[in-house]
């Protein structure tokens, strides 16, 4: 675990030019819409990823009757609307607040929480991240600063197993042994380390500090990495803000990056107490209508009645008693999810591209289909055009729509410029996701 890395000593980076935004950030929310070719797209934030089945059972209603009759995942562990017309906003806006979905029309932006989704399932963690989660969205809907926090902000509650401490998150907690938790902002390689009864109060404390450095430098910083002045500095920073709030925190130098997170695999997974959790992921991130009904079906009737959506376009359902998780987890399959890890879509994810995208340059779906996997090595991501909309955080296999085909990349470095030969799709993919760049 993270937590029980050296120290070390080497010295930090030299910070990187400050960006400088001229506008606020144009991500879509639960009630400020955006338009696509496909109609309005509305985004769900869904802290730590936990739905009720009443709440789930409310976003598949919005999305029979305003939208295109799906769900569709990101990579935050939200839930994406489209298909709406523009004027649905206010409809919208009651089945959230009715369903428990909008406690804060406000902040309603501002609650990017992702959580290990396998806390408290498998004997993993040192900490309940859940309760962490619950706390934070508390502080965040109850904090008049933190409804300026921009929509690509993020939170990352890790329980010590290191699956989501390395999402790339501005602001991270992860769990230590001993009743503690680390605190990391951004990038930096100092962390700080707070007792865990204050690990909610010390995010949104990080939080505070950013917004007040992004007004100070007046940059129009969305995230913590774009702030001037060097990760150390701001670090610094929160340490002072923690001691003013009567927080104690020790500084602690991690000795190497943090892992880049990965996801529960898909499959059942059994608790020290027998009881078992199922996990699955939507093919390309996209749920049909009759998956998600069988999903809070078997959530009500079989598991916990939660449903855990992760960062890594899956769900997870707990709460199952192990005679009954093989069949469900059979049912989930031939409905057509994700249940193994052997599954050709497996670690396969997409923008939405044509035709719901007026910037993309490829139906890449369609695409994507014609390159089946088997499962195994680097996930891959295609994408429409360079900006490269929803893509993961971490290493991982870049398609990327260009005017003369697609380029294909690992890590940076380009193993294809003009891959335009669906016949060769197949094997030009599966030989970048084994390729030696990715061991």
């Known amino acids: 675990m993270l937590a029980a890395m050296p120290h070390s000593s080497a010295p930090p980076p030299p910070p990187e030019p400050a960006v400088r935004r001229d506008r606020g950030d144009a991500c879509p929310g639960s009630l400020r819409l955006h338009t696509a070719d496909d109609g309005a ?130 602001v991270t907690l992860i769990a230590s042994p001993g009743d503690g938790a680390l605190l990391c902002t951004g990038g930096a390689p100092e962390m700080l380390a707070v007792p865990a009864e204050h690990a909610a109060r010390s995010a949104l404390l990080a939080a505070e500090t950013f917004l007040s450095a992004a007004r100070d430098a007046g940059t129009g910083a969305w995230r913590v990495a774009e702030l001037p002045g060097g990760a150390a500095a701001f670090v610094r920073a929160v340490a002072e803000r923690l001691a003013a709030a009567g927080i104690p925190a020790a500084a602690r130098d991690r000795a190497e990056p943090l892992p880049s997170g990965t996801g529960p695999a898909p499959g059942t997974v059994t608790a020290p107490d027998g009881r078992a959790a199922l996990s699955v992921e939507a093919p390309l991130g996209l749920i049909t209508s009759a998956q998600w009904r069988l999903l809070t079906d078997t959530a009500l009737h079989d598991g916990g009645g939660e449903l855990r959506l992760t960062p890594w376009r899956g769900v997870v359902l707990p709460g199952l008693g192990p005679d009954t998780a093989d069949a469900r987890l059979a049912g989930l399959s031939a409905a057509g999810l994700i249940t193994g890890p052997d599954s050709p879509w497996h670690g396969v994810g997409a923008c939405i591209g044509r035709p719901g995208c007026a910037k993309s340059l490829a139906d890449v779906r369609a695409d994507a289909a014609l390159a089946p996997g088997t499962g195994r090595g680097l996930p891959v991501y295609w994408s429409g055009c360079a900006r490269r909309c929803g893509h993961p955080h971490g290493d991982r296999v870049d398609v990327v729509a260009t005017a003369a085909g697609y380029e294909v990349s690992v890590r940076g470095e380009r193993l294809h410029d003009t891959m335009n030969d669906p016949s060769e799709f197949a094997a030009t993919v599966a030989e970048a996701r084994t390729t030696p760049l990715t061991q």
């Not at 489209?82 to 806006?93: F, K, S």
């Open 41 to 170: 797209l509305a985004r769900v934030r869904i802290p730590a990823g936990v739905l009720t089945v009443p709440q789930a059972r409310a976003l598949l209603d919005v999305a029979l009757r305003l939208g295109d009759g799906a769900l569709h995942l990101t990579s935050r562990g939200n839930v994406q609307l489209r298909g709406l017309a523009q004027d649905h906003g206010q409809e919208l806006a009651g089945v959230f607040a009715d369903a428990g979905l909008l406690p804060s029309v406000r902040h309603e932006r501002a609650r990017n929480v992702v959580a290990s989704p396998l806390c408290g399932l498998d004997g993993r963690g040192t900490a309940d991240v859940q309760g962490w989660a619950r706390e934070l969205d508390a502080l965040l809907c109850g904090c008049e600063a933190a409804a300026g926090l921009s929509g690509r902000f993020l939170f990352a509650l890790d329980d010590g197993r290191c699956d989501v401490a390395g999402l790339g998150a501005d």
